[in-house]
């Protein structure tokens, strides 16, 4: 070997480290750049918040809402990417972000009453608060899909900006995917809490490819990073930040619960079903009744007892509009039942008798917001809580889920009009919403054809509706809960009605439909009304009124027409429920129980009573009826049970990603122990053998050998380790803290590009390093060592 050969040997053996660790250069600029998110990581966040917020299109009807929600999460995700990339600090940043969102929200709501029509203004926080009072009406009284009015809209959009907001500060600036993960699932799922019905498998699969896009983007950005950022100047910011972002993934679900979701607790239309306890009922307004109706297993609702010959019905809700696909419940301002206006008296003409009768109900056991009334109501007395009332159908309803234990009794003022009266009056809208005489245009033929055929004859719209009910009740007809399964029109959309009035053959939804339809096409103003048949009598007598015992097969709908100087009179074209519905001549005596009251010309709208019905004694009629299973409760269950399935699923995930936090702040603290660690547990997570009897510094060769380990970086962590197991002190006299965790941070990127997918994937979701310790005979041995 010459002499200058033996000399450069000579300066290399000077050079390299103890152990034999080749040193590799690292580029110290590099944390000294201004470093903004990734272009993918930002779209893969973007990505993952529209799978998320996708079920909401099964909860809210399309509209002007839907185009916010694509531009908000765009606009605040481009500010952010914008504003990392010039080098702003992670505060400024954020209220960067939330500034734009203000300001949007302003330009597109708030416009008359800013500033520029982009700052908003004192009046511009007062039109907030009616906006959001509004929104919130929509919400109690509404059913989904809920139309996109305006205050619903800005609800929706504003509080997609806040979730927007969150999430971006969670992901980018927290740097915690999982977290995330987790919020956006727990929101994917709330309308299935309310609007249960068929699993979506394509949407979870497009929102379980966009979080694993977001979490491989936030991989690849970190395997991207020579290390973590800059040091900063206090050591305790990293940590505090981390709580910070945790708080705030948390908060954002709740935003999303009570903003986002909050419109999608009203179910879509008729159902009764499981409550939140155990056999509990509820009532979900909906005519979605077919799988609740094949339940065969009933229990008890509530006790009813009436001053009235007959124990009337019991309605929840009321359904005008019809758009050929589905029944909507009807909305409307709520009033509370403390206002003389809630439930105003019936307004009828001065010659028909009006009687007062007063219902007694005792519910047991019912779920609900919506509480069963008798009709129609002039006062609810005894309830417990905060009531509120639709005045133009009188129904009574709360913000909560109040029915149960409720004791209440209800005074009504029923119209008995004779029959020479109703025959006299006619069908009309006047005074009732226009959505109670639509007919839309998928209506078949065959409903307006049947209609005008059977009522030729007819002399009076009453007789005309007579006639409909006796031909629906006649022996045409057929109750049947199977036959529209197995002839697949169980439904309530126009189709669904053509086959029933085919085959002749259907439940109450079909009859009621059918019926209402049929009125609508002779232009009288009709609607559905869901609710409880009276109930069967028990032996038990209170005040001399017998007790009846309304269960969860007593569930039904039926149909209303409007009648001018009278009323919404209830029809029973069921065939095998009751009795239908008949008024006798001024010449024949009805005897009647209530006390006559003097006619109001209060301007309200008016009504007759349900038909007093009583069940017939049919085996078949009963144990085909409905069971508890509600449509917005009994969705409760499953999808709680995947929030928890998830949860539980994540859960190695989160606490993983804990414990490398609390490892790296340790060591941006010059901990060299804590540093030491967090490349064992990445060597575990990974699968790379880490047996007892090697000593730190033949591991970080083989580190380096066998894993592409940066060699500086392992000698660098090889040192400290040392230093505080053979010398005095604590190992923090060694390197700077910044330098310390980048090298952990170095070390750990290189393992995981040398790992396989599914290894990477394998150590992010179940971490070993959380079960086991480094040495143990499941970290691995000798032999696995040498060969690893």
């Not at 903004?36 to 893969?44: C, D, E, K, M, Q």
């Not at 226009?434 to 065959?446: C, F, G, K, M, V």
């Amino acid at each position: 070997m010459s002499r200058e050969a033996a000399a450069t040997t000579h300066a290399a053996r000077e050079d390299a480290p103890r152990g034999g660790i080749r040193p590799a250069r690292v580029d110290r600029d590099a944390t000294d750049r201004p470093r903004g998110p990734g272009i993918l990581l930002t779209l893969a966040t973007y990505a993952a918040i529209l799978a998320a917020l996708y079920p909401l299109l099964r909860v809210l009807a399309p509209g002007p809402w839907l185009p916010g929600v694509l531009m908000m999460p765009a606009l605040v995700l481009a500010v952010g990417y914008a504003t990392r990339r010039l080098g702003w600090p992670s505060i400024a940043v954020t209220a960067t972000e939330l500034s734009v969102c203000v300001v949007v929200v302003t330009f597109l709501f708030l416009p008359d009453s800013s500033l520029l029509r982009l700052l908003p203004t004192p009046a511009s926080i007062d039109e907030v608060g009616e906006m959001l009072s509004l929104a919130m009406q929509e919400i109690i009284t509404g059913f989904a899909p809920l139309p996109p009015e305006g205050p619903l809209t800005f609800l929706i959009v504003a509080s997609v900006g806040l979730l927007t907001i969150v999430m971006d500060h969670v992901v980018l600036t927290a740097r915690m995917p999982l977290l995330a993960a987790v919020g956006l699932i727990a929101v994917s799922l709330i309308p299935a809490l309310a609007v249960p019905g068929d699993i979506d498998v394509a949407a979870f699969v497009v929102l379980a490819i966009t979080l694993l896009l977001l979490l491989r983007a936030d991989t690849r950005r970190r395997e991207g990073e020579a290390g973590p950022a800059p040091a900063r100047s206090a050591s305790r910011e990293p940590r505090v930040a981390g709580v910070t972002a945790a708080a705030m993934g948390i908060g954002a679900i709740a935003v999303v619960v009570t903003m986002v979701a909050a419109p999608v607790l009203p179910a879509p239309l008729p159902r009764t079903g499981a409550g939140f306890g155990p056999g509990a009922n509820s009532i979900d307004p909906t005519l979605q009744l077919g799988e609740d109706l094949r339940r065969p297993e009933p229990n008890e609702v509530m006790y009813v007892r009436s001053d009235a010959a007959a124990v009337p019905y019991l309605r929840a809700a009321t359904l005008s509009e019809f758009d050929g696909r589905i029944w909507r419940p009807d909305g409307g301002r709520p009033i509370t039942l403390e206002s003389e206006s809630a439930l105003a008296p019936v307004d009828v003409d001065e010659n028909v008798r009006v009687i007062e009768y007063t219902t007694t109900v005792e519910v047991r056991n019912l779920v609900s917001r919506w509480l069963p009334v008798a009709y129609p109501a002039v006062s609810v007395d005894g309830l417990q809580g905060d009531w509120s009332a639709l005045p133009f159908n009188r129904t009574v309803i709360s913000s909560g889920l109040d029915t149960n234990g409720q004791r209440f009794s209800v005074t009504t003022h029923v119209p008995r009009p004779t029959l020479e009266q109703i025959r006299a009056s006619r069908a009309g809208a006047f005074g009732v919403e226009n959505a109670s005489s639509e007919l839309p245009e998928r209506t078949p033929e065959l409903v307006s054809e049947l209609a005008a055929e059977l009522t030729a004859d007819a002399e009076s719209d009453y007789d005309a509706l007579l006639t409909l009910q006796s031909w629906f009740r006649g022996n045409e007809f057929e109750y049947s809960l199977d036959a529209p399964v197995r002839a697949g029109f169980d439904g309530t959309g126009a189709e669904a009605l053509e086959q029933f009035l085919i085959l002749r053959s259907g439940y109450c939804v079909h009859f009621a439909s059918a019926f209402a339809l049929m009125a609508r096409s002779l232009d009288m103003p009709s609607r559905i009304v869901v609710g409880y048949l009276p109930g069967s009598a028990t032996t038990e007598v209170v005040d001399g009124q017998t007790v009846h015992l309304v269960t969860s097969d007593q569930l039904h709908a039926w149909p209303e027409v409007h009648f001018e100087g009278i009323g919404w009179i209830a029809f029973e074209p069921t065939k095998s429920l009751g009795q239908p519905t008949r008024f006798s001549p001024a010449a024949v005596n009805v005897p009647t129980t209530g006390r006559d009251v003097v006619p109001s010309a209060a301007p309200t709208t008016s009504a007759a009573p349900a038909p007093s019905i009583a069940p017939e004694e049919d085996e078949e009629f009963i144990d085909s009826q409905l069971s508890p299973t509600d449509a917005s409760a009994g969705g409760v269950p499953w999808a709680l049970a995947a929030v928890g399935l998830v949860a539980l699923l994540l859960l190695p995930a989160l606490l993983g990603d804990l414990r490398r936090r609390r490892l790296r702040d340790a060591a941006r603290e010059r901990d060299a122990a804590a540093a030491w660690r967090s490349v064992q547990d990445a060597a575990i997570d990974l699968g790379i053998p880490l047996p007892a009897g090697e000593s730190p510094r033949s591991f970080a060769r083989r580190l380096v050998d066998a894993h592409a380990a940066p060699p500086e970086a392992m000698e660098l962590l090889v040192r400290g380790i040392e230093h505080v197991s053979y010398a005095r002190g604590t190992g923090t006299e060694y390197g700077h803290g910044s330098e310390v965790a980048d090298a952990v941070a170095a070390v750990r990127a290189a393992l995981s590009r040398t790992a396989s997918p599914g290894r990477r994937a394998l150590a992010l979701l179940l971490p070993r390093s959380l079960v086991i310790q480094p040495g143990s005979v499941f970290a691995g041995d000798a032999q696995g060592a040498r060969t690893g």
